[in-house]
């Protein structure tokens, strides 16, 4: 899903110089699931030169623009936005993915229509490319891999939300399946089931028994690509708490450590940053803004439970945590766990791009006496 730009153009656009320097065209793309509204502006004068529709699909894509001339191409990130980024580029075209979290003109307007959307992104894109937010898709083969750690985490959803379902219907009836993990759920509650429920709830237990195969499997293919296509996850799994999935869900979220400038822009890429209202001497706490990739942003959240939690080695992370927990308060280990999970995430970046050794006591501040 790489984003196909111009790196000279989009540098001096951004920089404000002359837009003459971009394609001589500019279209707005408002994607839908079916039908695509178009806006073709030329780039030098704003005017409008011509509207229309295209199917949402590559075919419609080929043949709405497989002929024209080279155009600077304005969509917003969204489901489709990966795949038409590609077949754009691929047929020659500038692409700019605008990141709709930041286009408020769009969002936040009081008449919106597919068409006016079309307009609006191309006028921005041929005044200023940086008004967009430009995002940058990951490759067609990240994003291959990727889909097999979110098929494994629905299964996983999937189970989860059977198990629940099976416990509490037997809660129902005055009985209780023995605590056990996911795994060997189905063998244990396969021997503890009432038998009146057994009608009910034997093929929901043999759907939660193949939901395991097949996330067993997943598994497998996990531990395949990190050894065979991203062998750097090695590094970041040398962080306790930090297995395979998360580590490729982080490689692959990421795409490459030389995104970053600095480490910790990480952690508010991922929405693992407080939001700040500061204005005069009034400065709230705030949650924190939840921006990113959700998926990652839950993996790193339970790495940094599991760093927390009764298991967890000592290390620097751990202590910082627990540190912040013992200040007290409601909130206290909610905090806590969002702070180690963006240090952790600052600590990923850093040991991928430096192939530093890890270090777990690095910068660790004294444990405390009662943790």
Known sequence: MGLASTKLTKR??????????????TIGLDMSDRTCQACV???GSGEVLERFGVETMRSGF???????????????????????SR???????????????KVRLIAASDHKTDHIDAETLARLGRVDVALLHPIEHRSAKAQEDLAILRAR???VGARTA??????????????????????????????ELPQELRPALEPLIETISMLTQSIRSYDAKVEELC???????????EVKGVGPLTALAFVLTLGSPERFRKSRQVGAYLGLRPKVSQSGDANPQLPITKAGDTFLRRLLVGSAHYILGPFGPDCALRRIGLRLMASGGASAKKRAVVAVARRLAVLLHSLWKTAEVYDPMRNAPPALSNP
């Open 41 to 43: 502006l030329d780039t």
């Open 162 to 191: 059977l198990i629940n379902h099976v416990r509490g219907a037997v809660k129902s009836f005055g009985a209780r399946i023995a605590s056990t993990s996911a795994e060997a759920f189905a063998s244990k509650a396969k021997l």
């Open 62 to 84: 080929e043949r709405r623009f497989g002929g024209r001339p080279r155009a600077r191409i304005v969509i917003e990130a969204g489901g489709h936005s990966p795949w038409a």
């Open 12 to 25: 001096r656009t951004c920089r404000g110089e002359d837009y003459h320097s971009a394609p001589p065209l």
């Open 87 to 101: 077949a754009l580029a691929a047929l020659g075209h500038e692409v700019i993915v605008a990141n709709p979290r």
């Open 153 to 155: 985490d629905q299964l």
């Open 227 to 237: 050894k065979g296509s991203y062998p750097q996850t090695s590094m970041l799994r």
